[in-house]
């Protein structure tokens, strides 16, 4: 049997890996597709991150590394409450380490200048990429984050013969969203990606992380009672 540790140990792990390698992407690799990775790359590099992490720890705690999956599974009746709060507390955890180590490693450049929603954090508005206003910038994560989780539910779905692929799906679909939405919010879908960057960042990306852990959270909550209620009915009710 899994400890409770290293669950906790695994979700922390992973969603530093996750936000180190996705925001490091932006802030390292350069979201200029002149001279750095540019958008694709950016996104790319989030899913793969998931990717790696799924093979990574997938079998020790199901490798959720958001707050947002997590909830979403305990409304699916995937997952009890009291483990969901133990996953949540690693996630920010990890979430902060991984955006404390990419803000050590960035002002160690010279000419390093912490601008308002540095090291990759999430916003919108007037400065902040193509300056979307607060209901498209809601819409898009509680969308976003709906999408993911129906992925996430079928993917890992009992009823999925196949389930060994989850990961890529997953990795895939987070990619996906990524290339549609990085200009509108810089894309969240996952608190715990969002804390950390406004934790160091502070300003405008801290003001606004009410929005990237309400919409993240709506949205996977729908999910799972449409996956639930619509998709896989019990049997009963098909």
């Not at 793969?48 to 305990?74: D, K, Q, T």
């Not at 990890?94 to 000419?111: Q, V």
């Not at 990524?178 to 950390?196: L, Q």
Request: overall charge neutral.
């Amino acid at each position: 049997m899994i400890s409770k540790t290293s669950k906790f140990v695994a979700e922390m792990l992973g969603t530093m890996v996750l936000v180190f390698m996705g925001c490091g992407s932006a802030v390292i690799a350069g979201a200029d597709g002149t001279t750095g990775v540019g958008l694709l790359g950016i996104s790319f590099a989030f899913g793969l991150s998931v990717v790696a992490m799924a093979y990574a720890i997938g079998h020790i705690s199901g490798c959720h590394i958001n707050p947002a999956i997590s909830i979403a599974m305990v409304a699916a009746g995937r997952m009890k409450a009291d483990e969901a709060v133990r996953y949540i507390i690693a996630q920010i955890l990890g979430g902060i380490i991984g955006s404390g180590i990419l803000y050590i490693i960035f002002t160690g450049h010279p000419g390093a200048e912490m601008k308002p929603w540095a090291l990759g954090s999430n916003g919108w508005g007037t400065g902040y990429l193509d300056q979307y206003n607060t209901l498209s910038a809601f819409v898009a994560e509680f969308v976003f984050t709906f999408i993911f989780l129906m992925v996430i539910l079928g993917a890992t779905s009992s009823k999925n013969i196949n389930g060994g692929f989850a990961g890529l799906a997953i990795g895939f679909s987070l990619v996906l969203i990524h290339i549609v939405g990085i200009k509108v919010t810089g894309v969240s879908v996952n608190p715990a990606r969002s804390i950390g960057p406004a934790v160091f960042a502070g300003g405008e990306a801290l003001s606004q992380l009410w929005l990237f852990i309400a919409a993240p959270v709506l949205g996977g909550i729908a999910a799972a009672f449409t996956y639930n209620s619509l998709i896989e009915m019990p049997e009963k009710q098909a």
